[in-house]
């Protein structure tokens, strides 16, 4: 079984400091990572992904994410957020033992203040 | 554009009676998911699709059924069997990559569906 763990429901930042929102999964083979954003009464849209090779991956609007394959985490970060950036997002897995099913953490809330 | 769309966007319906949900890519995906959203929780997995005539349950697909007879179309039926049908629905789709599913979800707006 695959499972995502997003261990803080919110985070509260300053605009213009640096954001972490943190992922840790469990698969059974080798991962598929990815990040999603959603707004408000929206569908969610993809931020980045791991799949191989370098273990920080950049993505859209200014965010990174770093593998770790020891801790089993997947953190998303953001060298200096804007108070656009305040949003819900959700870290999901994809097992290659298990193509097709993307397993979703429960969100973290992300709240930017000016 | 190229896109997902869901419709309708509200949904409101009676206990006991059927609906159906609509969703419709133009990406020349191969995968489409239906997921549901509730407050507080995760998105959850109801059933996929990778191929046309050919579909998955996920981790709650008590209740629901689908079909897949086009590549665009994924159409989602809340039954009466549902009980606790009042959610968020989302449907998904993302490309086959060399026969593995590496891709990313592109989802569509959602549709809201409220028993009352």
């Known amino acids: 079984a695959q499972s995502v763990a997003q261990p803080e429901d919110q985070v509260n930042v300053a605009e213009g400091n640096p954001l972490t929102v943190k992922c840790t999964y469990s698969?059974?083979?080798?991962?598929?990572l990815f990040w999603y954003v959603q707004y408000p009464n929206r569908g969610l849209q993809f931020l980045l992904k791991y799949i191989t090779g370098d273990n920080l991956v950049k993505g859209s609007y200014g965010f990174e994410a770093e593998f770790n394959k020891s801790q089993t985490s997947f953190h998303l970060k953001k060298p200096s957020a804007l108070v656009s950036d305040s949003a819900l997002y959700f870290c999901?897995?994809?097992?290659?033992?298990?193509?097709?099913?993307?397993?979703f953490g429960d969100g973290t809330t992300l709240t930017v203040k000016p | 554009d190229g896109g997902i769309t869901q419709s309708p966007k509200y949904l409101f319906r009676k206990e006991g009676q059927n609906v159906t949900l609509s969703c419709e890519q133009n990406l020349n995906h191969d995968a489409m998911y239906w997921y549901r959203q509730d407050p507080g929780q995760g998105l959850r997995l109801i059933y996929y699709?990778?191929?046309?005539?050919?579909?998955q349950k996920g981790d709650i697909a008590e209740g629901y059924s689908v079909s897949r007879e086009k590549k665009e179309s994924f159409p989602l039926t809340v039954t009466s069997a549902q009980k606790n049908p009042t959610a968020f629905y989302l449907c998904?789709?993302?490309?086959?990559?060399?026969?593995?599913?590496?891709?990313?979800?592109?989802f569509g707006e959602g549709s809201r569906l409220t028993v009352l």
């Open positions: 698969v059974s083979g080798n991962p598929y």
């Open positions: 998904a789709s993302s490309r086959l990559t060399s026969g593995a599913n590496t891709g990313e979800l592109f």
């Open positions: 999901a897995v994809r097992d290659t033992a298990n193509a097709g099913k993307s397993t």
């Open positions: 699709s990778q191929i046309v005539n050919d579909f």
